[in-house]
């Protein structure tokens, strides 16, 4: 199922407030127009010729890439200065450069000069640029829309150097909207999609919120909702885990480089890719629920990251429960369906002390720090808590006082 991803908001104008009726409330918001850029991604289905030239285009940015950022590494071994090279000036020393889309070529310059310039802004975060190896199954370029040459027209695509693709339009741009960029990836599994970055104007109304919820996160059910029911996430990847298992057994087994090799890691490619798909699923739709529903939802700024990672000392973090409920992925997701419509995501910082104080009175107990203690008695008020469903509720209430 494929979903839309609001990328960026880049112009505020047409600042007005404005009334409307809700259940018999007023509620005022302020209407903005704004610039949205905004992806849909639909299923390809090209045809032999075509999937041969997808992938000499593909190996074209990745070789681009690899080679820029060899010769730049060993320039400033020798020089101790930035390189600045170009995809042009290889096109003499290897003129098959020449025979795919330019434009991805310099997408991939792009791509290893944001690297550079993230790993320099924050190398805490971000590592250094590396090479990039075509054994991941994962492959994928970019290519800008210049004067129509990207174009949809029933239920085919037109690609430079490429020619007119088949497509699934299982629906439409949206109306008045200019198509930018496009990204051209194939799967493990071997399916060839298309992500398409359009841009148009949109007016929101940005709602003063009076409807809160508060969601602490939960390893094994996704999160704990303050007003509503706890997510119950399925554990896609720990039911799958049995076929999986036995599934990449069998391809450990199989010879390098034969036919039943490669059949066999297709299979493991597409239960991966089944797990991947549901648990995208499932987070949308829980997302959807929630913003429909709420004006604004606080949650805690974890690092998930840093949870799943072993611990010195023998103590171990949740790796595996943790990288299966995506719950970096839900919260991202959730983000942007508020902002649709014109709601707030509230980051809650990650040293307040949700789970200590009680809801009730204020009172904080410290012997919850344990993660062991589930339910607990509040001395002072001697109110009744569930560990979870305590630190939702505190959530919510810091989630109001940041937006007051």
Request: glycine share 4%; hydrophobic share 35%.
């Amino acid at each position: 199922m494929e979903r839309d991803v609001l990328v960026e908001k880049l112009l505020f104008a047409d600042n007005r407030w404005c009334a409307y009726r809700d259940n018999s409330e007023i509620h005022r918001k302020s209407r903005q127009v704004i610039i949205v850029n905004k992806a849909y991604r639909y299923r390809l289905y090209p045809t032999t010729e075509q999937k041969i030239m997808f992938a000499k285009t593909f190996g074209c940015a990745r070789f681009i890439y690899n080679k820029m950022l060899g010769d730049r590494l060993d320039y400033y071994k020798e020089t101790g200065k930035k390189l600045k090279n170009t995809p042009a000036q290889y096109k003499e020393e290897f003129p098959w450069l020449r025979e795919v889309d330019s434009l991805a070529l310099t997408n991939a310059q792009m791509n290893l000069n944001k690297a550079y310039s993230n790993f320099w802004s924050n190398k805490k975060h971000f590592g250094k640029p590396r090479f990039k190896s075509k054994k991941t199954g994962h492959a994928s370029y970019s290519t800008n829309n210049q004067h129509g040459s990207v174009r949809i027209e029933e239920n085919k695509v037109k690609l430079p150097k490429i020619g007119w693709v088949k497509l699934c339009l299982h629906r439409p741009l949206m109306e008045n909207s200019i198509i930018k960029t496009v990204t051209i990836s194939k799967t493990p599994s071997g399916k060839y999609y298309i992500s398409i970055l359009v841009e148009y104007e949109n007016q929101i109304l940005l709602i003063i919120p009076k409807k809160f919820l508060g969601l602490d996160f939960a390893m094994h059910g996704l999160y704990v909702a303050s007003d509503e029911d706890d997510a119950d996430y399925p554990n896609f990847l720990r039911r799958a885990e049995k076929r999986l298992v036995k599934a990449q057994r069998k391809l450990s087994k199989r010879q390098k480089g034969s036919h039943n090799r490669d059949k066999q890691r297709l299979c493991v490619a597409k239960l991966h890719e089944k797990i991947a798909n549901q648990r995208r699923d499932f987070l949308h739709k829980k997302a959807r629920y929630l913003a429909d529903r709420y004006d604004a939802i606080g949650i805690e700024d974890i690092r998930v990251k840093a949870m799943a990672k072993r611990k010195k000392g023998g103590k171990f973090s949740f790796g595996k429960s943790v990288a299966d409920n995506g719950w970096n992925l839900f919260t991202n997701i959730l983000e942007y369906k508020l902002a649709w419509e014109g709601k707030q995501l509230v980051r809650i910082d990650k040293w307040y002390p949700s789970s200590q104080l009680c809801h009730v009175c204020g009172y904080q107990n410290n012997e919850t720090k344990d993660l062991s203690v589930r339910e607990w008695d509040c001395p002072k008020c001697g109110s009744h808590h569930n560990r979870d469903k305590n630190a939702a509720i505190n959530i919510r209430e810091e989630a109001r006082r940041i937006s007051a």
